[in-house]
């Protein structure tokens, strides 16, 4: 079964990241604010697109068997990106659980799952907390983004990934405030870890 039209499908804006031999501009945007083994994103997002449809579906509509194709083609474009090995786990950028009571469900996670079908990743949801409910980032400028995600998150059990590669996967990538914020945490709770970054979709600039 197909999961998007033929019409969304050829609109879709791919970034083509997994074939880049340089740096990504998803790997500029962390430029000085974290070290990462790698990146990804699989499409461009802006405003009036089949991308944009096609997260909102995701994020707010619980289209589980469109997130799980998409996070399916991530997976598969993955497979390009890691040929040297895949990271140890895959860590869905958390929800506050009021905010996955309200939703019902977690759209980075539902993406995680099509990704570790294609690639065998483990997904676990227990290692990174969301601590604070904090306002939507929707329209908020990059430094009001920081401010609101600053220091929300929790680490559950970090000596058991000492050493390991874990990879962050989120929706959609803007500032990379939400990240940034997901990485600083894991890297002063977990010895010697190493993180790699993943989304569905990127916001062109």
Known sequence: MQDICIFCEDSLMYTYYEKFKEDSPLDELFYGRAQLESTFSLLNFSRGTSTRKIVHQIKYKNNKPLAHFMGRKMGRALHEKWKEGFPDVLIPVPLHPKKFYLRGYNQSELLAKGVAHETGIKVLVSLLKRRVHTQTQTKKGKYARWDNVEDIFTVNHPLRWK????????????????????????KEEIPGVKISVISLAMAKK
């Open 163 to 186: 050493n390991k590669h874990i990879c962050i996967i989120d929706d959609v990538i803007t500032t990379g405030s939400t990240l940034e914020s997901c990485i600083r945490k894991l």
